[in-house]
Nanobody
Framework: QVQFVESGGGLVQPGGSLRLSCVASGFTFSGYAMNWYRQAPGKEREWVALIRAVPGVPVYADSVKGRFTISRDDAKSTLFLQMNNLKPEDTGVYYC????????WGQGTQVTVSS
């Protein structure tokens, strides 16, 4: 079955960087668009970024454009999110996602941006 394992979250000061990873299994990773979502405490889950299947065109939410970069390594079935110039409002649990008739989610990785 479809499974994701996210990692790379942590505590970082404002202006810092983190790189999230999501290892996928159970499906042909290279054939599907992949997303990153996040959920802040007390808020709805929100979409952050999308990367399509080959040729891997990225799309970003306005709130992260110019600071975050989504990428993928199809040979390793892995999705990445490079996050630079982090702000306190980026705090939340980050999830990778794909939609194949229904949404599939990982367990999430916590990102906390605080001084």
């Amino acid at each position: 079955q479809v499974q994701f394992v996210e990692s790379g979250g942590g505590l970082v000061q404002p202006g810092g960087s983190l790189r999230l990873s999501c290892v996928a299994s159970g499906f042909t990773f290279s054939g599907y668009a992949m997303n990153w979502y996040r959920q802040a405490p007390g808020k709805e889950r929100e979409w952050v970024a999308l990367i399509r299947a080959v040729p891997g065109v990225p799309v970003y939410a306005d709130s992260v454009k110019g600071r975050f970069t989504i990428s993928r390594d199809d040979a390793k079935s892995t999705l990445f999110l490079q996050m630079n110039n982090l702000k306190p409002e980026d705090t939340g649990v980050y999830y990778c996602n794909t939609h194949q008739g229904r949404d599939y989610w990982g367990q999430g990785t916590q990102v906390t941006v605080s001084s």
